[in-house]
């Protein structure tokens, strides 16, 4: 798929499921195209989901941050003037009476 062949979902065609590196296939979608993005992205280090390159099994905390970053910069640029994000996600985990910081700051959400 590209920029040119993305085809906005239509009432004859009201769904469009593309499927793979979320990193890539954003950046398939032409701005200002999407009303709504929800995201329960992998935390840092936690679980492995089997795929190749997957979010959260970066070696360092920071490539870990920055891969969300890029891809919330491209969700910032997909998003209509009206559409909301809403990211689950939690900024640290417990193990053993440890608290880990799973996301470097807590986040003010306007
Ligand atoms: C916390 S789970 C969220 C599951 C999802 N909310 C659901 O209900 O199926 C995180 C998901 O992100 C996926 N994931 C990890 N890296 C990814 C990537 N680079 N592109 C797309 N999905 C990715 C994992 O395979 C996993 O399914």
Redesign the pocket.
Same mark, same amino acid.
């Given at each position: 798929m590209t920029k040119n062949s993305f085809n906005e979902p239509t009432n004859k065609n009201p769904l469009l499921v593309l499927n793979?590196?979320?990193?890539n296939l954003i950046k398939e979608i032409p701005d200002n195209t999407i009303q709504c993005a929800i995201t329960?992205?992998? &935390?840092w280090g936690v679980?492995d &989901?089997g795929?190749e390159?997957?979010?959260?099994a970066e070696t360092d905390l920071n490539d870990y941050i920055l891969n969300l970053v890029s891809i919330f910069s491209e969700v910032r640029r997909v998003l209509r003037p009206d559409g909301t994000f809403w990211l689950n996600i939690g900024n640290t985990y417990t193990s053993i009476e440890i608290s880990w910081p799973l996301f470097p700051f807590r986040a003010n959400v306007a």
């Open positions: 793979g590196d979320t990193r329960s992205p992998p &935390y679980r &989901y795929i390159k997957q979010i959260g």
